[in-house]
C-alpha cells in the first residue's frame, strides 16, 4: 500500500490485480471526515455518475452486467433512489469499485473513477491529487532504476563469487579461509573502483550506515558490474591477483571518464534545450 498527501489529506492506494485502486474514502475526508460513507453514496446516486461508471465497466469489463446498470440508470434523479457501493458491484459485478472490511478499508476505485470523484468533491483537489499522484509514480520509477541496477550489480557479483570457488578456493581450506579469499576478491574491485577497502571506508565514514557500495552513484554501479564480469573472466584464465588490480584500476579509470562525459554532455545538452 502507498500513501500521498493531498492538501492535508492522507490518501492510500492500492494495488489490486496489478490496477492502482485509490481510496474514495480518504478522498471524502476531504469534504468531511465523519461522513464518508454518505458522500460516497451519495455521488453514487447521480446519474451522470452511474452512466461514467457503467459505460467505464463496458469498455474494461467483459463480465459487467448491463441490464442492472440500466435498470439503475432509470431509477436515478428519483429522490427515493439510493445506491452504496457494495450494491453498485454486487448487482452489476463491477470491477471499477472495490469496497473492503477491516482497518486498511473502505471504497477503493480505479484511478480513472476516483479522479472522476476527485472532481466531484473539489475541481481544484483533483488537480492537486493528480500531480501527487504523477509524483508518485515519477519516484517509483526512479527507484525501479535504481534497484535495476543495484541487482544487475548482484547477479553479476554471483558470477564473480562462482569464479573465485572454482578457480581459486583450494578444497583444503576451512570456512573461514574460504570467506577471507572472498572479502580479499571484493576488495579488490573496491580498490579498483573506489581507490580504498570497504574497511578504509568506514573508518572515515563511521557515521553513516551501509557499505562503500551502498553510497555508489549510478555510474559506478555500472562501471562495477562491467568489474565483476571482468574479474571472474580473468580469475578464470589464472591471471594473478596484482595483475588483475592493475588491469581493473585502467579499466575503471577508462569507463568512469567515459561515463562522466556521457552525464556531463546529457547535462550540457539540456542546458542548451533550456
Known amino acids: 500500500m502507498s500513501k500521498i498527501n493531498v492538501e492535508g489529506t492522507e490518501i492510500n492506494i492500492q494495488i489490486i490485480d496489478k490496477k492502482e485502486y485509490i481510496s474514495l474514502t480518504d478522498i471524502a475526508k476531504h469534504k468531511d471526515k465523519k461522513r464518508t460513507d454518505y458522500i460516497i453514496s451519495n455521488w453514487l446516486r447521480n446519474r ?7 459505460f467505464w465497466e463496458m469498455i474494461n469489463n467483459h463480465d459487467f452486467n448491463p441490464i442492472e446498470f440500466d435498470g439503475f440508470r432509470k431509477k436515478a434523479g428519483l429522490n427515493s433512489f439510493i445506491l452504496t457501493s457494495k450494491q453498485w458491484i454486487g448487482k452489476t459485478n463491477a470491477m471499477g469499485l472495490v469496497s473492503k472490511s477491516g482497518r486498511y478499508g473502505g471504497t477503493f476505485a480505479h484511478k480513472d473513477i476516483a479522479f472522476e470523484f476527485a472532481s466531484w468533491i473539489s475541481v481544484e483537489f483533483k488537480l492537486y491529487l493528480i500531480k501527487e499522484f504523477q509524483r508518485l509514480k515519477d519516484q517509483e520509477q526512479k527507484q525501479l532504476g535504481w534497484d535495476i541496477k543495484r541487482n544487475l550489480a548482484k547477479i553479476n557479483y554471483r558470477i564473480h563469487t562462482d569464479a573465485i570457488k572454482e578457480n581459486l578456493i583450494p578444497k583444503e581450506l576451512n570456512k573461514n579461509e574460504i570467506n ?3 572479502a580479499n576478491e571484493a576488495e579488490v574491485l573496491n580498490m579498483a573502483l573506489f581507490g ?3 574497511k578504509e ?8 550506515r551501509g557499505n562503500i ?9 555500472v562501471c562495477l558490474s562491467n568489474l565483476e564480469n571482468l574479474n571472474a573472466h580473468f580469475i578464470t584464465e589464472g591471471l594473478e591477483q596484482p595483475k588483475r588490480l592493475e588491469k581493473l584500476n585502467k579499466i575503471a579509470i577508462s569507463q568512469m571518464k567515459l561515463l562522466s562525459e556521457k552525464h556531463t554532455s546529457k547535462l550540457l545538452g539540456d542546458k542548451k534545450k533550456v
Open 201 to 208: 571506508w568506514r573508518e572515515q565514514n563511521n557515521s553513516k
Open 196 to 198: 580504498k577497502t570497504s
Open 213 to 221: 557500495r551502498d553510497y555508489a552513484n549510478i555510474s559506478q554501479l
Open 180 to 182: 577471507n579469499i572472498y
Open 48 to 54: 451522470n455518475t452511474i452512466e461514467f461508471l457503467g
